[in-house]
T-cell receptor, first 114, second 113 residues
Framework: EPEVTQTPSHQVTQMGQEVILRCVPISNHLYFYWYRQILGQKVEFLVSFYNNEISEKSEIFDDQFSVERPDGSNFTLKIRSTKLEDSAMYFC????????????FGPGTRLTVT | KNQVEQSPQSLIILEGKNCTLQCNYTVSPFSNLRWYKQDTGRGPVSLTI?????NTKSNGRYTATLDADTKQSSLHITASQLSDSASYIC????????????FGSGTRLSIRP
């Protein structure tokens, strides 16, 4: 069964460094999402992406964040200058349609900012 | 304010027993409600999805109910297994808008042998 994959599973970085989190969505999916979950807290929506542009973004998704689909398979989340509070699990999700009942989540990348 | 509240926060039951998890929401207008299972360190996996007109939906040993009038949902797990140990998250969507998805804090379920 196809699934969303994410790399790396765990990323440790120093404050102020740039990080790129990578996701490979399910191959025939067209809608892509990033969520984050700070340890012990709720999952929060960051951004949705369709047709090579951002469809929606939350207040969390400020100028430090960017997303890109550099080729036909990868979907990346870049954090330009990481802060301690960016430490969280970052989940990628994809869907064949934009229906919210059809999002498939990846296993997540644990980002630790020191 | 759009909110999703789950109870209990955590629950411990013996293997083979049944349990029911609760979800109350104030999200409006309502589009759909989903229950996810999230194993530690993993991404959420969808268990059930219900729209306004659906009262009950089952997925194996999982049965979800929805009362759109009182804005309450429950997830009933029958004959629990050790592998059911996980967090169960209630997620409510407003319009067909990704930013209007509200996640609950989850119920941490532990099954003891």
């Amino acid at each position: 069964e196809p699934e969303v994959t994410q790399t790396p599973s765990h990323q440790v970085t120093q404050m102020g460094q740039e990080v790129i989190l990578r996701c490979v969505p399910i191959s025939n999916h067209l809608y892509f999402y990033w969520y984050r979950q700070i340890l012990g807290q709720k999952v929060e929506f960051l951004v949705s992406f369709y047709n090579n542009e951002i469809s929606e973004k939350s207040e969390i998704f400020d100028d430090q964040f960017s997303v890109e689909r550099p080729d036909g398979s990868n979907f990346t989340l870049k954090i330009r200058s990481t802060k301690l509070e960016d430490s969280a699990m970052y989940f990628c999700a994809s869907g064949r349609t934009g229906g919210l009942n059809e999002q498939y989540f990846g296993p997540g990348t644990r980002l630790t900012v020191t | 304010k759009n909110q999703v509240e789950q109870s209990p926060q955590s629950l411990i039951i013996l293997e083979g027993k049944n349990c029911t998890l609760q979800c109350n929401y104030t999200v409006s207008p309502f589009s759909n409600l989903r229950w996810y299972k999230q194993d530690t360190g993993r991404g959420p996996v969808s268990l059930t999805i219900m729209t306004f007109s659906e009262n009950t939906k089952s997925n194996g040993r999982y049965t979800a109910t929805l009362d759109a009038d009182t804005k309450q949902s429950s997830l009933h797990i029958t004959a629990s297994q050790l592998s059911d140990s996980a967090s169960y998250i209630c997620v409510v969507s407003s319009y067909s808008s990704a930013s209007k998805i509200i996640f609950g804090s989850g119920t941490r379920l532990s099954i003891r042998p």
